[in-house]
C-alpha cells in the first residue's frame, strides 16, 4: 500500500518566520494534493502537483515535487498566524494504466502553530 | 454553492447502538469517498463510491459498517453495533473524476464519540 511519511509531526515557528514541510512516499505517484485542516473543521485543498519537478504557488505557499515524483515539500514564507493548522499530503497511486486511481491515501499530517 | 454536507455535526452515543451518519455531495460530483480520521491512525479511507456504485471498500474496518449511495445526492454511513474504538471523526468528501486529476472537497466531518 501508498505509505506517506510526513515530517515534522509539529512545528511551532515566530510569526514572520519561513518554514518548510516535508511529505515522502515509498512509491511513485500519480499525483500529490496538499491540503489544510483547523481544528473541527474539514480539510481545504490547496494544490496539486502532478508533473516531476513541477513547483506550484498560492499567496505565500508554495510547493514542490520532485523529479522522482516520490518526495514534496510545502514552503510557507513569512509565516502569519491564519497559516496554523495541520497540513496533510494526500498522494494518488500509480495504476497499472498509467492512470490515477482517484482514491487518496494521506500522510498523519503536521500541525503549525504560528506564534505571533 | 453548498459545499459537502454532514449531518449530524456531532454524535454521542452507547456501546451497541446503531448509529447513521449523513452525506450530501456537491451537485454534479460523481464520486464520493468516507473517510475516519484519529489520532493514532490519521486520516484514512473507508469506502469510494463512483456513480452511486461502491468500488472499493476494502479500508471499511469489519462487517459492523456499512456504506449506502442510492442516488448521486445522498449516501450514509452506517455502524451497528457501535463500540468505543468506532470513536473518531467521520469525514465524507466528493469530487469530479473523469479528468486528470481527483481534487477532493470534504465535509465538515461527524465527530462520533462511542460511551
Known sequence: SQELEQSPQSLIV????????????SKTLYGLYWY?????EGLIFL?????????????????KLDEKKQQSSLHITASQ???????LCGADRLTYSGAGSYQLTFGKGTKLSVIP | DAGVIQSPRH?????GQEVTLRCKPISGHNSLFWYRQT???GLELLIYFNNNVPID????????FSAKMPNASFSTLKIQPSEPRDSAVYFCASSRTGRSYNEQFFGPGTRLTVL
Not at chain 1, 515566530?14 to 512516499?25: A, F, R
Not at chain 2, 454524535?11 to 456501546?15: G, H, L, R
Not at chain 2, 471498500?57 to 459492523?64: A, I, L, N, V
Open chain 1, 81 to 87: 498566524p491564519s497559516h496554523a493548522g495541520i497540513y
Open chain 2, 39 to 41: 489520532m493514532m491512525r
Open chain 1, 14 to 25: 515566530q510569526e514572520g518566520k519561513n518554514l518548510t514541510i516535508n511529505c515522502t512516499s
Open chain 2, 11 to 15: 454524535e454521542v452515543t452507547e456501546m
Open chain 1, 36 to 40: 489544510k485542516q483547523k481544528y473541527g
Open chain 2, 57 to 64: 471498500d476494502s479500508g471499511m474496518p469489519e462487517d459492523r
Open chain 1, 47 to 63: 494544490m496539486m502537483l502532478q508533473k516531476g519537478g513541477e513547483e506550484k504557488s498560492h499567496e505565500k505557499i508554495t510547493a
